[in-house]
């Protein structure tokens, strides 16, 4: 499989509690996009890198929520102290930028968390 | 106000209807739009860019209107397999990839 893939799939926690997730985008791909979706609502933007660099975070970004993308490669989220507040899917989507600044984000399945 | 607005339906039709989505958006600097798709508990998948001149993609046809600040789709002959959640979608101005999603619009398609 060659598309996005996320890491877990699920997850159900309890508040208070710190979890991580992974994104492991398409190969080559320099751009990766965290994103959080609530029920009847479209997806929210967090944050984004550009390769290893973090070049934007949303204000929903709270200083509970942290993301790095070492390599330029698979990206991690975590989250601190969760509040119930936090359960949401969270997606990952990857894109490939070209000069022209153009490109198509790729979703990958999400991580559902669900704080309990 | 939200920076991406759509009605968020249900919308129910028959299929062969044709039916139309409608969005609109604050930023008048933003430059790219597009259409996604969502299955339910399923990740957006792109459906098509909107030009400006408007496009078409087989029963798909999106519009563009930059002076009133707005989207549409329009799908032609619905068929059961079109029933999801339809996301427009506005980039954000300036140098940056971020996306900006309406609520979605859903649509179910009954034979």
């Given at each position: 499989d060659t598309g996005v893939s996320q890491d877990p799939r699920h997850k159900i926690t309890k508040r208070g509690q710190n979890v991580t997730?992974?994104?492991?985008?398409?190969?080559?791909?320099?751009?990766?996009?965290?994103?959080?979706?609530?029920?009847?609502?479209?997806?929210?933007?967090?944050?984004?890198?550009?390769?290893?660099?973090?070049?934007?975070?949303?204000?929903?970004?709270?200083?509970?929520?942290?993301?790095?993308?070492?390599?330029?490669?698979?990206?991690?989220?975590?989250?601190?102290?969760?509040?119930?507040?936090?359960?949401?899917?969270?997606l990952c989507a990857s894109s490939l930028v070209g000069a022209n600044l153009q490109e198509t984000q790729y979703f990958g399945p999400g991580t559902r968390l669900l704080v309990l | 106000r939200k920076e991406v607005e759509q009605d968020p339906g249900p919308f129910n039709v028959p299929e062969g209807a044709t039916v139309a989505f409608n969005c609109t958006y604050s930023n008048s600097a933003s430059q790219s739009f597009f259409w996604y798709r969502q299955?339910?508990?399923?990740?957006?998948?792109?459906?098509?860019?909107?030009?400006?001149?408007g496009n078409e993609d087989g029963r798909f046809t999106a519009q563009l209107n930059r002076a009133s600040q707005y989207i549409s789709l329009l799908i032609r002959d619905s068929k059961l397999s079109d029933s999801a959640t339809y996301l427009?979608?506005?980039?954000?101005?300036?140098?940056?990839?971020?996306?900006?999603?309406?609520?979605?619009?859903?649509?179910?398609v009954k034979p």
């Amino acid at each position: 499989d060659t598309g996005v893939s996320q890491d877990p799939r699920h997850k159900i926690t309890k508040r208070g509690q710190n979890v991580t997730f992974r994104c492991d985008p398409i190969s080559e791909h320099n751009r990766l996009y965290w994103y959080r979706q609530t029920l009847g609502q479209g997806p929210e933007f967090l944050t984004y890198f550009q390769n290893e660099a973090q070049l934007e975070k949303s204000r929903l970004l709270s200083d509970r929520f942290s993301a790095e993308r070492p390599k330029g490669s698979f990206s991690t989220l975590e989250i601190q102290r969760t509040e119930q507040g936090d359960s949401a899917m969270y997606l990952c989507a990857s894109s490939l930028v070209g000069a022209n600044l153009q490109e198509t984000q790729y979703f990958g399945p999400g991580t559902r968390l669900l704080v309990l | 106000r939200k920076e991406v607005e759509q009605d968020p339906g249900p919308f129910n039709v028959p299929e062969g209807a044709t039916v139309a989505f409608n969005c609109t958006y604050s930023n008048s600097a933003s430059q790219s739009f597009f259409w996604y798709r969502q299955d339910c508990r399923k990740e957006p998948k792109l459906l098509m860019s909107v030009y400006s001149s408007g496009n078409e993609d087989g029963r798909f046809t999106a519009q563009l209107n930059r002076a009133s600040q707005y989207i549409s789709l329009l799908i032609r002959d619905s068929k059961l397999s079109d029933s999801a959640t339809y996301l427009c979608v506005v980039r954000a101005s300036g140098n940056t990839g971020k996306l900006i999603f309406g609520q979605g619009t859903t649509l179910q398609v009954k034979p």
